[in-house]
């Protein structure tokens, strides 16, 4: 590793890493190489990372490519914190702190589960790789934010887990829909993209369900705009008109157990899903493991990392240079 003074000139040198906030977190073998200053935090490495574990930003600066950063981050994230990052990083928003709402829009994800699973498979059994590979086994791609990602976990997780054991078919996938407005329209279809979206089930005989599928959706302050309502109005006709039971909650709804337990209750009705029956021991137990997991999803802010004694504060922005993209 250069020495501190040439590192310095070599990140000044990146236009891309100006608006970055250091320190920096760079990758370094040995531990002669070991350095810590304002602007480098470096973290030792032995291992031989495998192609495609860097993209150059200079002839002298390489950044870690998504995969390899979630690699890195399974020694300091906890289970959840690792899930989520994965979430983050196959969905369609980045966290980042200097942002107005906290958080970017990303119009494609920077990574996938399969490029993920590529990636760990070409790599030389690294540490943290089994717990990388559990991560992306209940990750979910395609997700708009940080709330819907925790949402479908709290719905898909087991009742062990805390969860309610629903199976979620697709986050933000796309819906045909016939157009409300198809008379003003040039077209009579149209695309509708529900956050989360359940099926009922495929042997379900026609007719003995009320209806084929149903959308939950996460309200945020984006909706509270007068034209949008309007917009969300003919957005949830179209759904029903085409057997789809849109469902809509709020941060307050998501909070509330005994809402979320009655907007479950309702889901499984409309899908033809049996209800569980326990004996009120059995409620109470897996009332506190659904508050609990509620608990640990509403802590991980995807800056502060607690899978060791020695917590990781991560304040740099979530987003890759314009050059990861290409």
């Not at 933000?172 to 009922?200: C, F, G, W, Y």
């Not at 608990?295 to 740099?316: A, C, P, Q, V, Y």
């Amino acid at each position: 590793m250069p020495e501190l003074r040439r590192c310095d000139e070599a990140l000044g040198r990146v236009e891309a890493l100006s608006a970055l906030r250091p320190p920096y977190h760079v990758i370094v073998s040995g531990t002669t190489a070991r350095h810590r200053s304002e602007l480098l935090v470096a973290h030792q490495t032995q291992a031989l990372q495998p192609p495609g574990s860097f993209f150059s930003l200079s002839p002298e600066v390489h950044c870690a490519s998504p995969e390899l950063v979630l690699l890195q981050m399974a020694e300091y994230a906890t289970d959840l914190e690792l899930l989520l990052l994965v979430d983050e990083l196959c969905g369609h928003y980045g966290i980042q702190p200097r942002a107005s709402k906290g958080l970017v829009k990303r119009s494609d994800p920077l990574t996938n589960t399969m490029r993920i699973l590529d990636y760990l498979d070409r790599a030389s059994t690294p540490r943290g790789a089994s717990k990388l590979r559990r991560a992306v086994e209940r990750a979910r791609e395609r997700s708009g934010s940080p709330r819907e990602s925790k949402t479908v976990h709290r719905l898909e997780f087991s009742p062990r887990l805390g969860g309610y054991g629903l199976e979620v078919v697709a986050l933000n996938d796309p819906v045909l829909v016939e157009r409300a407005d198809a008379t003003l329209a040039a077209s009579r279809e149209r695309i509708r993209k529900p956050d989360i979206m359940l099926l009922a089930p495929a042997d379900a005989p026609e007719g003995s369900i009320p209806f084929r599928g149903c959308a939950l959706d996460y309200q945020g302050g984006y909706h509270c705009d007068e034209i949008q309502a309007g917009r969300d109005t003919n957005r949830r006709n179209e759904l029903l008109a085409c057997g789809v039971k849109p469902y809509e909650i709020e941060k307050e709804h998501y909070d509330d157990p005994d809402y979320l337990d009655w907007l479950v209750s309702h889901i499984r009705r409309d899908l033809g899903l049996e209800e569980l029956r326990l004996r009120p021991g059995a409620l109470e137990a897996r009332r506190a493991r659904r508050e609990r997991l509620w608990h640990d999803l509403e802590r991980i802010d995807g800056l502060t990392w607690t899978g060791r004694s020695d917590h990781l504060l991560m304040e740099g922005s979530r987003e890759l240079p314009r050059k990861a993209a290409t």
